[in-house]
């Protein structure tokens, strides 16, 4: 039987690889600690863990915890079966832990299940998008990105990304991914907004920018994106 917490560190601390943790360290701002176990390894924890009895414990509080143990607990999130809105509790105590991009966009690939349940995903976002709070915001973003550029939400969605404004990297990054993958995915509603938005310089072209390294872009349509480019 798997104690909560403690099990699992032991593992992971016995996975650890100090130069794939010095080098990890350096691309993660705001990670303070963390042990450097790759991602496949944490995943197998996460299912292990989702499969006990325990698994609530270990999405409960952790006393100093590591990169690796706050994303396990966001994975398990990825495997559970439990009513929405227990789930989107689960959810919003884990929102409150992210401290980096990196725990963030983890949590968000983990959510797989939202696939299932989007239009109460969609409102349960919206408390998000409202939010002054940089990794709230950024969840919100990434969430759209990954779940909602589908024809039944591309206009909502291009719409609330428009209205998304905040002074954080992250923010602005996370905001132009999105606005990059609505384009690959619906071109001609994306340029429209494009032409008429409220993005602030930076995050508009950044969003250009990232269109322009897509491979799912052609050459033709990068050279009028570039043109698009705000001096």
């Known amino acids: 039987m798997?104690?909560?917490?403690?099990?699992?560190?032991?593992?992971l601390e016995a996975l650890a690889e100090?130069?794939?943790?010095?080098?990890?360290?350096k691309l993660i701002p705001g990670c303070e600690r963390m042990l450097g176990v790759r991602l496949p390894a944490l995943r197998r924890l996460a299912k292990e863990v989702a499969h006990t009895e325990q698994w609530k414990d270990y999405v409960g509080d952790i006393d100093k915890p590591y990169l690796e143990e706050i994303l396990i607990q966001g994975m398990v999130l990825?495997?559970?079966?439990?009513?929405?809105?227990?789930?989107?509790a689960m959810i919003d105590r884990q929102v409150s832990r992210i401290t980096n991009w990196s725990?963030?966009?983890?949590?968000?690939?983990?959510l797989k299940q939202?696939?299932?349940?989007?239009d109460d995903m969609w409102q349960h976002l919206r408390l998000y998008l409202v939010s002054t709070d940089a990794y709230d915001l950024r969840f919100a973003a990434i969430m759209l990105m990954a779940y909602f550029i589908v024809p039944e939400y591309i206009d909502r969605v291009l719409a609330l990304l428009n209205k998304i404004h905040h002074e954080e990297y992250y923010v602005k990054m996370g905001v132009a991914w999105a606005l990059s993958v609505?384009?690959?995915?619906?071109?001609d509603k994306t340029i429209q907004l494009f032409k008429h938005n409220e993005l602030d310089d930076f995050t508009y072209?950044?969003?250009l920018q990232k269109i322009c390294e897509s491979f799912r872009v052609s050459n033709?349509?990068?050279?009028?994106?570039k043109a698009m480019k705000r001096k």
Request: charged share 30%; glycine share 2%; hydrophobic share 35%.
């Open 2 to 11: 798997i104690d909560a917490h403690s099990d699992i560190r032991n593992k």
């Open 18 to 25: 100090p130069k794939y943790r010095d080098f990890s360290m």
């Open 78 to 88: 990825g495997f559970v079966n439990v009513p929405f809105d227990e789930w989107a």
């Open 103 to 110: 725990t963030c966009d983890t949590f968000v690939s983990s």
């Open 114 to 118: 939202t696939n299932k349940c989007r």
């Open 182 to 187: 609505c384009y690959v995915k619906f071109p």
């Open 205 to 207: 072209n950044k969003a």
């Open 220 to 225: 033709e349509d990068k050279i009028i994106i």
